[in-house]
Protein backbone atom coordinates (compact mmCIF):
# COMPACT_ATOMS: atom_id res chain seq x y z
CA UNK A 1 0.00 0.00 0.00
CA UNK A 2 0.94 3.61 -0.97
CA UNK A 3 1.76 5.71 2.46
CA UNK A 4 1.20 9.52 1.39
CA UNK A 5 2.80 11.71 4.26
CA UNK A 6 1.22 15.29 4.05
CA UNK A 7 2.83 18.50 5.56
CA UNK A 8 2.84 20.44 7.30
CA UNK A 9 0.04 19.38 9.50
CA UNK A 10 -0.95 22.83 9.89
CA UNK A 11 -1.05 25.82 7.93
CA UNK A 12 -1.25 29.22 9.16
CA UNK A 13 -1.58 32.04 6.45
CA UNK A 14 -3.39 35.53 6.00
CA UNK A 15 -5.56 35.93 3.22
CA UNK A 16 -3.61 37.01 0.30
CA UNK A 17 -0.42 35.03 1.06
CA UNK A 18 0.70 31.87 -0.67
CA UNK A 19 0.17 28.70 0.45
CA UNK A 20 2.31 25.56 -0.79
CA UNK A 21 1.17 21.91 0.93
CA UNK A 22 3.36 19.49 -0.11
CA UNK A 23 2.29 15.21 -0.18
CA UNK A 24 5.15 12.59 -0.21
CA UNK A 25 4.46 9.13 -1.22
CA UNK A 26 6.12 6.19 -0.01
CA UNK A 27 7.07 4.97 -3.30
CA UNK A 28 6.92 6.29 -6.76
CA UNK A 29 2.75 7.03 -7.88
CA UNK A 30 1.86 5.64 -11.24
CA UNK A 31 1.61 8.03 -14.22
CA UNK A 32 1.10 10.90 -11.45
CA UNK A 33 -2.28 9.76 -10.42
CA UNK A 34 -1.94 12.28 -7.53
CA UNK A 35 -5.30 14.35 -6.91
CA UNK A 36 -5.94 16.89 -4.14
CA UNK A 37 -8.86 17.86 -2.45
CA UNK A 38 -10.48 20.38 -0.25
CA UNK A 39 -12.95 20.02 2.40
CA UNK A 40 -14.91 22.46 4.68
CA UNK A 41 -16.63 21.61 7.60
CA UNK A 42 -19.66 19.69 6.84
CA UNK A 43 -18.89 19.23 3.56
CA UNK A 44 -18.08 16.25 1.39
CA UNK A 45 -14.54 16.51 0.06
CA UNK A 46 -14.24 18.62 -3.32
CA UNK A 47 -11.86 17.62 -6.34
CA UNK A 48 -9.19 20.41 -6.58
CA UNK A 49 -6.37 18.56 -8.76
CA UNK A 50 -5.61 15.56 -10.96
CA UNK A 51 -3.48 13.80 -12.22
CA UNK A 52 -0.94 16.07 -10.33
CA UNK A 53 -1.10 19.04 -12.37
CA UNK A 54 -4.81 19.30 -13.79
CA UNK A 55 -7.39 22.19 -12.34
CA UNK A 56 -11.13 19.70 -12.27
CA UNK A 57 -13.81 21.47 -13.57
CA UNK A 58 -14.82 25.05 -12.07
CA UNK A 59 -11.84 25.67 -9.93
CA UNK A 60 -10.22 28.99 -10.01
CA UNK A 61 -6.45 29.48 -11.59
CA UNK A 62 -5.05 30.09 -8.02
CA UNK A 63 -5.17 26.40 -7.46
CA UNK A 64 -2.08 24.42 -8.96
CA UNK A 65 -0.54 21.21 -8.78
CA UNK A 66 2.82 20.45 -9.75
CA UNK A 67 5.44 17.05 -8.80
CA UNK A 68 6.15 13.61 -9.91
CA UNK A 69 7.85 10.33 -8.55
CA UNK A 70 7.10 10.77 -4.78
CA UNK A 71 6.95 14.29 -3.78
CA UNK A 72 3.63 16.56 -5.06
CA UNK A 73 3.02 20.00 -4.00
CA UNK A 74 -0.51 22.16 -4.04
CA UNK A 75 0.02 25.87 -4.17
CA UNK A 76 -2.82 28.59 -3.85
CA UNK A 77 -1.00 31.51 -4.82
CA UNK A 78 -3.23 33.88 -3.28
CA UNK A 79 -5.82 32.48 -0.08
CA UNK A 80 -8.81 33.66 -0.49
CA UNK A 81 -11.19 33.99 2.47
CA UNK A 82 -13.13 30.34 1.18
CA UNK A 83 -9.61 28.76 0.87
CA UNK A 84 -9.62 28.07 4.60
CA UNK A 85 -9.98 24.65 5.36
CA UNK A 86 -8.56 21.05 5.00
CA UNK A 87 -6.54 19.71 1.92
CA UNK A 88 -6.03 16.05 1.07
CA UNK A 89 -3.65 14.35 -1.29
CA UNK A 90 -4.88 10.82 -2.83
CA UNK A 91 -2.82 8.45 -5.03
CA UNK A 92 -5.13 6.24 -7.33
CA UNK A 93 -2.52 4.62 -9.67
CA UNK A 94 -2.36 1.64 -7.34
CA UNK A 95 -6.25 1.14 -8.79
CA UNK A 96 -8.98 -0.39 -7.22
CA UNK A 97 -7.04 0.11 -4.22
CA UNK A 98 -6.50 3.95 -3.39
CA UNK A 99 -5.18 5.96 -0.47
CA UNK A 100 -5.30 9.22 1.14
CA UNK A 101 -2.69 11.40 3.01
CA UNK A 102 -3.82 12.75 6.56
CA UNK A 103 -4.62 16.11 5.28
CA UNK A 104 -3.57 19.76 6.08
CA UNK A 105 -5.51 22.29 7.92
CA UNK A 106 -5.27 25.90 6.28
CA UNK A 107 -6.01 28.08 8.74
CA UNK A 108 -6.21 32.10 9.46
CA UNK A 109 -3.55 33.73 10.89
CA UNK B 1 -25.09 16.63 -14.13
CA UNK B 2 -24.00 13.92 -12.00
CA UNK B 3 -25.72 13.97 -8.61
CA UNK B 4 -25.00 11.29 -5.48
CA UNK B 5 -27.67 11.43 -3.09
CA UNK B 6 -27.25 8.82 0.28
CA UNK B 7 -29.59 7.68 2.34
CA UNK B 8 -29.62 9.33 5.90
CA UNK B 9 -28.09 9.27 9.20
CA UNK B 10 -28.48 5.75 11.04
CA UNK B 11 -27.89 4.49 15.12
CA UNK B 12 -26.53 1.31 15.57
CA UNK B 13 -25.58 -1.19 18.68
CA UNK B 14 -22.67 -2.35 18.54
CA UNK B 15 -22.57 -5.87 17.03
CA UNK B 16 -25.15 -5.09 14.48
CA UNK B 17 -25.14 -4.07 10.58
CA UNK B 18 -26.12 -0.78 8.99
CA UNK B 19 -26.25 -0.16 5.03
CA UNK B 20 -26.28 2.42 3.34
CA UNK B 21 -27.72 3.74 0.06
CA UNK B 22 -26.17 5.76 -2.71
CA UNK B 23 -28.54 6.90 -5.73
CA UNK B 24 -26.96 7.93 -8.76
CA UNK B 25 -28.36 10.65 -11.29
CA UNK B 26 -27.39 11.80 -14.23
CA UNK B 27 -24.13 9.96 -16.65
CA UNK B 28 -24.43 6.24 -17.06
CA UNK B 29 -24.67 4.59 -14.01
CA UNK B 30 -23.12 2.09 -15.02
CA UNK B 31 -20.57 3.44 -17.03
CA UNK B 32 -18.80 4.27 -13.75
CA UNK B 33 -17.38 3.25 -10.60
CA UNK B 34 -18.76 3.89 -7.21
CA UNK B 35 -16.08 3.90 -4.03
CA UNK B 36 -17.49 4.45 -0.37
CA UNK B 37 -14.51 6.40 1.84
CA UNK B 38 -15.65 7.13 5.57
CA UNK B 39 -14.13 9.74 7.77
CA UNK B 40 -14.18 9.18 11.56
CA UNK B 41 -14.74 12.03 14.01
CA UNK B 42 -12.35 15.08 13.63
CA UNK B 43 -9.96 12.29 11.06
CA UNK B 44 -9.34 12.05 8.02
CA UNK B 45 -10.14 9.94 5.21
CA UNK B 46 -10.07 6.73 4.47
CA UNK B 47 -11.03 4.54 1.21
CA UNK B 48 -13.39 1.17 1.93
CA UNK B 49 -14.08 -0.44 -1.31
CA UNK B 50 -15.39 0.46 -4.82
CA UNK B 51 -17.81 -1.81 -6.80
CA UNK B 52 -17.99 -1.25 -11.11
CA UNK B 53 -21.96 -1.50 -11.60
CA UNK B 54 -21.37 -3.21 -15.03
CA UNK B 55 -19.33 -5.82 -14.29
CA UNK B 56 -20.63 -6.61 -10.91
CA UNK B 57 -17.24 -6.42 -9.44
CA UNK B 58 -16.26 -5.62 -6.20
CA UNK B 59 -13.28 -4.51 -4.41
CA UNK B 60 -12.26 -4.04 -0.76
CA UNK B 61 -9.43 -2.57 1.43
CA UNK B 62 -7.81 -5.08 2.97
CA UNK B 63 -8.83 -3.70 6.82
CA UNK B 64 -12.73 -4.36 5.95
CA UNK B 65 -12.22 -7.27 3.89
CA UNK B 66 -14.97 -9.98 5.50
CA UNK B 67 -16.40 -7.10 7.47
CA UNK B 68 -18.08 -4.80 4.16
CA UNK B 69 -20.20 -5.76 1.38
CA UNK B 70 -20.73 -3.10 -1.79
CA UNK B 71 -23.61 -4.08 -4.04
CA UNK B 72 -24.80 -1.90 -6.71
CA UNK B 73 -28.88 -1.81 -8.25
CA UNK B 74 -28.65 -1.44 -11.76
CA UNK B 75 -32.17 -0.85 -12.27
CA UNK B 76 -32.44 2.00 -9.95
CA UNK B 77 -28.70 3.84 -10.10
CA UNK B 78 -28.08 2.98 -6.52
CA UNK B 79 -24.92 1.75 -4.75
CA UNK B 80 -24.87 0.11 -1.15
CA UNK B 81 -22.05 -0.31 1.30
CA UNK B 82 -22.98 -2.78 4.16
CA UNK B 83 -21.14 -3.11 7.59
CA UNK B 84 -21.38 -5.55 9.61
CA UNK B 85 -19.86 -6.37 13.05
CA UNK B 86 -20.16 -2.77 13.69
CA UNK B 87 -17.98 -1.48 17.10
CA UNK B 88 -17.92 2.34 18.32
CA UNK B 89 -14.64 2.85 16.21
CA UNK B 90 -17.00 2.69 13.16
CA UNK B 91 -18.87 5.76 14.29
CA UNK B 92 -18.50 8.04 10.80
CA UNK B 93 -19.41 10.00 8.15
CA UNK B 94 -19.45 7.54 5.21
CA UNK B 95 -19.26 8.97 1.74
CA UNK B 96 -19.99 7.53 -1.52
CA UNK B 97 -18.06 8.68 -4.50
CA UNK B 98 -17.67 8.44 -8.52
CA UNK B 99 -14.88 7.37 -10.49
CA UNK B 100 -15.19 7.75 -14.45
CA UNK B 101 -12.44 6.01 -16.09
CA UNK B 102 -9.97 3.26 -14.19
CA UNK B 103 -7.75 5.24 -13.38
CA UNK B 104 -9.79 8.01 -12.16
CA UNK B 105 -10.33 10.80 -8.92
CA UNK B 106 -13.04 11.10 -7.28
CA UNK B 107 -14.87 13.49 -9.14
CA UNK B 108 -18.50 13.60 -7.89
CA UNK B 109 -19.36 12.59 -3.97
CA UNK B 110 -22.04 12.04 -2.17
CA UNK B 111 -23.48 14.21 0.89
CA UNK B 112 -22.54 11.72 3.17
CA UNK B 113 -24.26 9.81 5.78
CA UNK B 114 -23.40 9.67 9.67
CA UNK B 115 -23.56 6.21 11.32
CA UNK B 116 -23.34 6.16 14.87
CA UNK B 117 -22.72 3.16 16.60
CA UNK B 118 -23.70 3.22 20.47
CA UNK B 119 -25.22 0.98 22.89
Known amino acids: EIVLTQSPGTLSLSPGERATLSCRAS???????LAWYQQKPGQAPRLLIY???SRATGIPDRFSGSGSGTDFTLTISRLEPEDFAVYYC??????????FGQGTKVEIK | QVQLVQSGAEVKKPGSSVKVSCKAS????????ISWVRQAPGQGLEWMGR????????NYAQKFQGRVTITADKSTSTAYMELSSLRSEDTAVYYC????????????WGQGTLVTVSS
Open chain 2, 97 to 108: ARQYGDPAPFDY
Open chain 2, 26 to 33: GGTFSSYA
Open chain 2, 51 to 58: IIPILGIA
Open chain 1, 27 to 33: QSVSSSY
Open chain 1, 51 to 53: GAS
Open chain 1, 90 to 99: QQYGSSPHVT
